[in-house]
Nanobody, 122 residues
Framework: QVQLGESGGGLVQAGGSLRLSCVVSGRTFSSSFMGWFRQAPGKEREFVSGISRGGSITYYTDSVKGRFTISRDNAKNTVYLQMNSLKPEDTAVYYC???????????????WGQGTQVTVSS
């Protein structure tokens, strides 16, 4: 059974930083494309960032480019999302997910974590 577990969320002031982690078990992590998504209250879940299997290719939605950095450690079965210069509009539940495909599309992801809350105060 594949399980994903996020951690690292919390409450931070605007301009602050957080680092999210997601540990994957039950699947060959190094063969999975990993993505981070977020869902704010009343909004649809959206793609935030993705990283290729070897970590050499990364993707970001425009609103986080230059502020967020995705990385992975295949030896630890863990993907990270370093979030700097946080803004109130970054407030959301953040989810990690894994896919067999390099994709920004939600349907391409077959396993999801339970989510971690990020709240940015102004």
């Amino acid at each position: 059974q594949v399980q994903l577990g996020e951690s690292g969320g919390g409450l931070v002031q605007a301009g602050g930083s957080l680092r999210l982690s997601c540990v994957v078990s039950g699947r060959t992590f190094s063969s999975s494309f990993m993505g981070w998504f977020r869902q704010a209250p009343g909004k649809e879940r959206e793609f935030v960032s993705g990283i290729s299997r070897g970590g050499s290719i990364t993707y970001y939605t425009d609103s986080v480019k230059g502020r967020f950095t995705i990385s992975r450690d295949n030896a630890k079965n863990t993907v990270y999302l370093q979030m700097n210069s946080l803004k109130p509009e970054d407030t959301a539940v953040y989810y990690c997910a894994c896919s067999q495909y390099n994709s920004r599309s939600l349907p391409a992801y077959d396993y999801w974590g339970q989510g971690t809350q990020v709240t940015v105060s102004s």
